[in-house]
């Protein structure tokens, strides 16, 4: 039986890349073959044609070849394949596309799909996303005819054409429509179908948020709009704050709080009456303070809030605490702790098997990170980790945790009294804050438990000398506690505009040294550019005073010496470096600011020359 050429051949004798004689000539190659090949494939074996002029020839022709005819002539299905699935087609109801039936009949994946159709036919392959989308654009096109054509609009190309993703970029009636709503000119991509449907749908969800937002009529979208530009700049804690003549909503970033918005005064009763709808506080309440919790859903998952709202001359101020926020890695040798600080905690102290361990700092020093990387660091199938912890502010796989609740009587008290006995190797108590919570770590490490805690002073010796106040006795304090690292969070130099800076002398002064002593420095600033929004910081870096209770420092304890004693102590024999130091070394290597180190370090005692500090810390 006599078949007509397939397509593609066709198509290279009437551009005359190969001649009739040539194509006999393969045929009857083809005919000799026991099993099938396709004419292309003999005929690139041949040497008539070469893969770059199938190419171009394709793409002249992109729209009138089939996909299954393509696909059957590159050879990646046999004709069999094809008949099958074109009688699948047939029974198919809705009649689904030939590429969208290969696909789900596993006759090919889609990633071939998408392999043939962007490199055979020269369409570029994208990988849509909501964050690459020109949302002008988005908007010009009707969304329901984006969902029910399956694609999407990308950005505006060099030459004034409109990119565009197609889960199929053959349908010719979807190419028309986007054609019709952009403008005319459109450079066609193909993008995996599923993609391009979650991608839409995302957009159609965000378009309609915005809609909400704009229109101040609706506190629901001002609010949504607030939590989501949070969540957006990777905010810690959002300020919403009466201001006599604004409300003023302001985002903690990196520690520091800046202004997002200024919203008309009119609106505070409405939003803070909606944020209490959200965590469940008494709305009708508007003289005393109050708290609660919101469980926040969007685009990429769920959001822990935890809502503080009090009462001010002004009005209610609200604070919501960002908690369960992206994730982040918590490795314990990335939070920023010296070479020989690193080996230090982790002998002398997290892999001792029992003991006290606590870390100090005010609200926000990265205390909590820190835990959580001792925990992974920990955490294996032989041991058994439980935490009671107010709240839970990430989740981790394989640990038991709890979040203390007051609300409904889920105390810290009534949590401890349980904790024991759920026979625990390695308990974590949020944070030490009374004498009981003290009693039951110290009590935990005398019967051979490992406790992890948090505690709320300036550094490590202070920790010591509060729990010594906490009436626990001081030779219980020396044999269970096995080291306080104090800590904080230094905004790091943005190091796309770093450039070398001199100490001023009046920091000089502050920091009571000389340039001698800081020699071999390289102390950084951020000049300030667009990726650190002007600030010249972008993310922080943990600045530590690790101390480990060694002979000398216990002794000190039974002797009941004074704090500025252990001090001198620790840091005269047991290798204490303080927090101003470690400030001070990593200042010197350019990741922070004198500045930083001076605004948010304790000055407690001059510093040590920078080179003894870099021995000391193994830089
Ligand atoms: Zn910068």
Redesign the pocket.
């Known amino acids: 039986m006599a078949t007509p050429s397939p397509p593609i051949v066709g198509l290279l004798i009437e551009a005359a890349i190969i001649t009739p004689g040539q194509l006999e000539h393969a045929t009857r190659i083809q005919e000799k073959l026991s099993s099938f090949q396709p004419l292309l494939k003999i005929l690139k074996e041949l040497d008539y044609v070469s893969d770059k002029e199938v190419k171009s020839t394709i793409q002249a022709a992109a729209h009138s070849i089939r996909i299954g005819d393509l696909l059957t002539e590159l050879g990646y299905i046999s004709p069999d394949d094809l008949d099958a699935a074109c009688r699948l087609q047939q029974e198919s109801e809705p009649k689904d596309k030939l590429g969208t039936i290969l696909v789900k009949h596993n006759f090919i994946n889609e990633q071939l799909l998408m392999k043939v159709l962007s490199i055979q036919m020269g369409f570029p392959l994208v990988e849509p996303s909501l964050a690459s989308l020109d949302r002008q654009l988005c908007r010009k096109v009707p969304q329901k005819l984006m969902k029910s054509h399956c694609f999407l609009p990308i950005h505006k190309e060099e030459d004034g054409s409109v990119k565009v993703a197609f889960g199929d970029p053959l349908d010719q009636e979807a190419i028309e429509i986007a054609r019709r709503f952009l403008g005319g000119k459109i450079t066609p991509a193909i993008a995996q179908r599923e993609l391009v449907a979650k991608t839409v749908d995302l957009l159609i969800d965000k378009l309609s948020h915005r809609a909400m937002a704009v229109d101040t009529k609706t506190t629901v979208g001002t609010v949504n709009t607030i939590i989501l530009a949070a969540i957006a700049n990777n905010a810690s804690d959002i300020h919403i704050e009466p201001l006599p003549d604004r409300l003023q909503v302001r985002f903690r970033e990196d520690g520091v709080l800046s202004l997002y918005k200024d919203f008309p005064i009119e609106l505070a009763p409405s939003i803070s009456s909606r944020i209490k709808v959200l965590c469940e506080a008494d709305i009708a309440e508007r003289r005393r303070h109050q708290g609660g919790r919101i469980l926040f859903s969007h685009d990429q998952g769920e959001l822990d809030l935890r809502v503080s709202i009090y009462i001010t001359v002004h009005g209610e101020k609200i604070v919501m605490r960002l908690l369960n926020r992206k994730q982040e890695l918590f490795d314990i040798q990335s939070i920023g702790l010296s070479p020989r600080m690193l080996s230090r905690f982790l002998e002398e102290a997290v892999y001792q098997p029992s003991g006290v361990l606590l870390v100090t700092g005010p609200t926000g020093s990265g205390k909590t990170s820190t835990i959580y990387s001792c925990i992974h660091n920990l955490k294996s199938p032989q041991v058994s980790i439980i935490t009671a912890e107010e709240p839970v502010e990430y989740v981790i796989e394989g640990i038991a945790q709890c979040s203390i609740d007051p609300k409904i009587n889920l105390t810290f008290e009534e949590t401890l009294r349980h904790i024991v006995r759920q026979d625990p190797d390695i308990i974590v108590i949020g944070e030490i804050r009374d004498t009981y919570s003290a009693e039951v770590a110290v009590q935990a490490a005398l019967t051979g438990h490992k406790v992890l805690s948090t505690f709320h002073t300036e550094d490590s010796i202070g920790g010591l000398v509060r729990l010594l106040h906490m009436n626990i006795a001081p030779f219980l304090v020396s044999s269970t506690v096995v080291s306080v690292l104090a800590q904080r969070l230094l905004r790091r130099v943005?190091p796309?505009?770093a450039t070398p800076v001199q100490p001023s002398p009046i920091q000089l002064q502050r920091l009571r040294c000389t340039p001698a002593e800081l020699v071999g420095a390289k102390f950084q600033k951020?000049r300030?550019?667009s990726?650190?929004k002007q600030t010249?910081y972008?993310g922080r870096i943990g600045v530590f005073e690790l101390l480990v209770l060694d002979e000398m420092v216990r002794t000190a304890i039974l002797e009941q010496r004074t704090s500025h004693e252990i001090r001198q102590i620790s840091t005269q024999h047991s290798g204490l470096i303080t927090l101003l130091e470690d400030g001070l070394v990593k200042a010197a290597a350019g990741m922070t600011t004198l500045d930083e180190v001076l605004r948010c370090l304790p000055l407690l005692q001059p510093t040590r020359p920078l080179a003894e500090l870099r021995r000391l810390s193994g830089y």
Do not use: L, N, S
Request: aromatic share 0%.
């Open positions: 943005c796309a505009c951020g300030g550019c990726h650190c010249g972008k």
